[in-house]
């Protein structure tokens, strides 16, 4: 059961907003998220980071959408976990499928990216996800666990109890076409099994898993509702204040 586990709502916006859309956003989000009981996590554009982290205050946990997975170096055009931190971000998401796909980002990649956040404590969450041929093939939980168990080789039992983790199947992403609450629970429930055998079961009952794709303001209660769903990341809805909110106070009158 994740009654222990906090609800965490988190937005992607992915290339979009500049500095001032993205602070007139939170100055118009804050007064209307302020009764949820929801964790509200919100993963800017790198040149919005400082701005979006001064203007949340301690009501929104701010990230950032990739790291370099070196600590410093000469890496033209690359932004290092260090300088997340200093920005004052707090998380950062990983292993997004279109960082998989369209920037070729291997498991061991994304693996040296954890320990680059884990390095800064940076809180990283992890995107897992089978695409619609692998789960037509009736690989999804082959490729669910490959990818947990590459992407989070050498982490430690105690760097575990602060990850996140968000199953994005990439069929879902930017589709419309949202996962039902049965593939998600069977997902969710596979990828728990798989955390169980990397951390033992006390840390894996603790770490929470999202779910990610075509999340919307219409879906977003039935999501929340599951008690396999610990939160979700949400893309193009995060992008308006409107859905945005109304996603996070489902939280303050559900479970
Ligand atoms: P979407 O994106 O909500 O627009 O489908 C989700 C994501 O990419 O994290």
Redesign the pocket.
């Given at each position: 059961m994740p009654t222990s586990r906090l609800v965490i709502i988190a937005g992607?916006w992915?290339m979009h907003k500049t500095i001032t859309e993205a602070v007139v956003f939170v100055q118009e989000l804050l007064p209307l998220i302020r009764n949820t009981t929801a964790k509200v996590y919100l993963a800017v554009p790198f040149t919005c980071l400082r701005a979006v982290a001064a203007a949340s205050g301690s009501a929104i946990t701010v990230g950032a959408q990739n790291i370099h997975e070196d600590q410093m170096g000469a890496f033209t055009g690359e932004i290092s976990a260090r300088m997340v931190k200093d920005t004052g971000a707090r998380f950062v998401?990983l292993g997004?499928?279109?960082r998989r796909r369209l920037f070729h980002e291997s498991d061991g990649v994304i693996n040296q990216k954890i320990h680059s956040a884990y390095r800064e404590e940076l809180q990283p969450l992890l995107?897992i996800g089978e695409t619609h041929e692998e789960r037509h093939k009736g690989e999804s939980h082959a490729v669910l666990k490959r990818q947990l168990v590459a992407g989070l080789k050498d982490v430690t039992p105690q760097q575990a109890e602060n990850l996140i983790l968000?199953y994005?199947p990439v069929w879902?992403?930017?589709?419309?076409e949202t996962a039902t609450t049965a593939i998600i629970d069977e997902a969710h429930g596979a990828c728990r099994q798989v955390l169980k055998e990397l951390f033992g079961d006390p840390i894996a009952n603790q770490i929470p898993i999202l779910y990610?794709?075509?999340?919307?303001a219409e879906n977003g209660k039935t999501l929340i509702d599951d008690a396999e769903i610990d939160g979700v990341?949400?893309?193009?809805?995060?992008l308006s204040v409107k859905s945005f909110s109304q996603i996070v106070n489902y939280q303050s009158n559900s479970r």
């Open positions: 992607n992915k998401i997004h499928s279109e995107c968000a994005e879902a992403i930017g589709t419309k990610g794709g075509s999340v919307t990341l949400v893309g193009g809805a995060s």
